[in-house]
């Protein structure tokens, strides 16, 4: 008697609907901000060296294989930012007093100071330049 | 032909995992064709098919109405109570049904739940009083808000449809899983409960809360939007304070466990 049929497990798992792809690429996405964060020490090294060596870098930077490659990495790091926003009322629901903040606001909550964030470092990026 | 005639005799492919003890070695699937009715659900097809065409047709059912949690099954890949999956979302067909994914198979479509019995066990998902207070004291009082911030949580019905969906569950055979700890969470969020302690070790281990990657098909796929994922994220959030809290050299006030 061969008895009950023991439990599978498969490696497509992540394949089998987009809920697991999309899940998948989050994780993945992961490597794409430690990326951005070597580029990011590369930049703040070569300043370090000194004048000529950050200028060679800038001009490094102005290769359109790097704008390539940082755009890939400014939508995959924002496809990650945006779907750990997304889980926050799961993972830290908000009372405010006997008021429990609806998710969806907290969603937009976070998404809007991320935005004020982006604003302020843009505003301080232009009046510097 | 009138559109009522048309209907009685439309039918639908139902491709249904098979699976005997005894004689199988390897499951298979058989094709059956059943009546197509606007009003039935998958399980409705299956009592049909056991009742008309073949009695050995195995699996769980019970109130038909989505509060007893027996009829889960994989319904085209996807975990569903049957009583609640409706022919015509799946038309025009097949429809491929199958025992909820991840656990052993008994016969047919019916799993063996030992493993999940035992973990929720093992979570002691009951109120626990450090001293019961004596009886003339009256009842353990609750406000709504105390009642809120577990309710949710407390609607599982063990359906282990978020089992099912549960990669990690699937190939971790010590997870705990996204039922049971959201009901270890229910209790400790309970203002009655007093077993905090008592369910840390199991709860903030590996195989409790640390082996969730945050999948959070738990929470799409459960029929009383009971939510594990979030059970599991807070409790993962509430390790991580009670841990860097016990780092310091004072206990903040408000703040001890």
């Known amino acids: 008697m061969p008895g ?7 490696n497509d798992w992540w394949n089998r609907r987009w809920a697991y792809r999309l899940v998948l690429l989050r994780e993945l996405s992961a490597f794409a901000v430690a990326g951005y ?31 390539i490659v940082h755009a890939v990495l400014l939508g995959l790091v924002q496809f990650h ?30 998404n809007g100071a991320w935005l004020a964030v982006s604003v302020i470092v843009l505003v301080i990026f232009l009046v510097a330049a | 032909m009138t559109t009522e005639a048309m ?10 995992f098979r699976y005997h003890p005894d004689t199988d070695t390897e499951p298979s699937y058989q094709s059956y064709e059943v009546p197509y009715r606007e009003e039935w659900v998958v399980l409705d097809a299956l009592n049909w098919l056991k009742d008309e065409v073949d009695g050995t047709l195995s699996y769980r059912w019970s109130c038909r109405m989505g509060v007893c949690g027996s009829c889960g099954m994989m319904v085209n890949g996807y975990p569903r109570l049957t009583c609640n999956a409706f022919l015509r979302e799946f038309m025009p067909g097949p429809i491929r049904v199958e025992p909820l994914r991840g656990f052993p198979v008994e016969r047919d479509m019916v799993t063996v739940l ?23 004291e009256g009842e353990y009082r609750q406000s709504p808000s105390q009642l809120a911030d577990f309710k949710q949580f407390s609607m599982c019905i063990n359906c282990m449809l978020c089992y099912a969906a549960c990669p990690v569950y699937e190939h971790e055979d010590e997870f705990i899983g996204p039922a049971a700890l959201a009901l270890a969470q229910r209790y400790n969020l309970d203002s009655r409960d007093e077993g905090n302690a008592q369910r840390q070790e199991l709860i903030w281990s590996d195989e409790g809360i640390w082996d969730c990657t945050f999948i959070g098909e738990c929470s799409t796929v459960c029929p009383k939007h009971v939510d594990p994922a979030a059970a599991i994220q807070q409790a993962k959030v509430e390790a991580t304070n009670s841990f860097f809290i016990s780092l310091l050299p004072f206990t903040p006030p408000g703040m001890g466990r």
């Open chain 1, 4 to 10: 009950p049929l023991p439990r599978t497990k498969s």
């Open chain 1, 37 to 67: 964060l070597v580029l990011l020490l590369l930049l703040v090294a070569s300043v370090r060296e000194g004048e000529s060596a950050f200028a060679d870098h800038l001009d490094v930077l102005k290769n359109p294989l790097l704008w």
């Open chain 1, 81 to 110: 930012t945006s779907t750990w926003f997304r889980l926050v009322p799961k993972a830290m629901p908000l009372k405010l007093g006997g008021w429990r903040v609806p998710g969806e606001l907290l969603i937009a909550g976070v």
């Open chain 2, 7 to 16: 209907t009685a005799t439309q039918t639908v492919t139902l491709e249904v």
């Open chain 2, 114 to 136: 030992d493993d999940f019995m035992e973990k929720l066990t093992d979570v002691k998902p009951w109120i626990i009083r450090e001293e019961e207070q004596p009886i003339e």
